[in-house]
C-alpha cells in the first residue's frame, strides 16, 4: 500500500473510533445516573455492573452508532483535507479519482467485517447477558406464564395452549389439530400437556377424535405421550428474540418456521437480512461522505457536517419506517430491508458521477 493509502485509512479510523469511544462514553454516564438508584436498590456488585451489564451495553450501541459516524468521520477529516488543499494537491498530481477512493473503500471492508461479526456473533450473546441482567436488577419483563397460545407446529398441524407455565412446563387446556388441505382429519383435545423431553408431550384426560368423511372415531384416556416438533421455551418466542440469535441460530430457526408455514417468520427474515442490509450501509455511508466532502467550498466543514447529519437522519428513520412494510405486507421482508440501501446507493453513486467531473 501506498503511503496516500495508509494516510487516508489512519485518518478514517482514528477519527471513525475517536468518536465511537466519545459517544460510548456519553451514553454509559447517562445510563448509568439513571440506574443508579436501581444498583443501590438491588445491592449490585460492581462485578455484576461491569462486567454482566455495560461489557456487554458496549457492543449494542457500538452497532447502532456506527452507520452515524462512519459517515460523520469521513465527512470531518475529507472536509479538514479539501480546507487545506490537500484533496487538491493529491488529485493534481496524477491521482484518479477512483484511485483517491480507495483507501476509504479498503477502510469500509474492514468496517463492514467487523459491523457483520458483531451483529452476527457478538451482540446476540451479549444482547442475552444484558437482558438477563435487565431482568434480574432492573425491570422484569420475562413472562412466566404465556396465555392463548397458537401456532402451525408443522405443515397442516395447528396447537393451541389456553395457558402454559414455563417454570413447571405444565398447560392446561390444549388443543392439537391436523388437517389435510383445508379437511380437518384429527383433533385432540387435553384437560392438561406436559412437557417431558425433546419433543415428547404428555397428554392428560384427553379426547381424541379422527375424521373420515362422514365418520368419526373417537378415543378418550388418561394419558398419552405424543410427539410434538417445538420446545416449550418457543411458546415465549417472539420478534424481540431473534436478536439474540447467531446468524447460524437465526437461519436455522428461520428453516424451521418456514417448513411449518409459520406466520410470524416475516419478523425473523426480516432481523436476518438486516444483518447483511446494515453492515453494507457502511460502503454507503462511505461513498455518500466522500463525494459530499471532497470538494472545497465555501460554508467549510460546518455546511458539510450538517448535510452529513441530515442525510444520515433519513437514513437511519427510512430504515426504521421501511422495515414496518414487512410486517404489514405491503413488501417482503428482503426488499423492505434492502430499498433504503438501495434509494441512498443511488443518490451516492449520483453525487460520485457529479464530483468524480
Known sequence: MKRLDLYIIRKFLGTFFLSIVLILSIAIVFDLTEKM?????????????VFDYYLNFLPYYLDMFSQLFIFISVIFFTSKMAGNSEVIAILAAGVSYERFLRPYLVTAAFLFVFSFALGGWVIPRASGKMLAFTDKYIEKFTRENARNVQMVVEEGTVLYIESFQMRTHIGYRASFEHFEGKTLTQRIIAERIRHVEGYTWRLENYTERQFDGMREHLVQGQAKDTIIPVLPEELFYTAEHAQQMTNPELYSYIQKLRERGAGNVKAFETEWYTRFAGPLGAFIMTLLGVTLSSKKVRGGMGKNLGIGITLTALYILFSTVSTTFSVSGVMSPFMSVWLPN?????????LYLRVRR
Open 37 to 49: 438508584d436501581d444498583f443501590y436498590e438491588n445491592q449490585v456488585s460492581l462485578k455484576e455492573i
Open 342 to 350: 438501495i434509494v441512498f446507493l443511488i443518490i451516492a453513486f449520483v
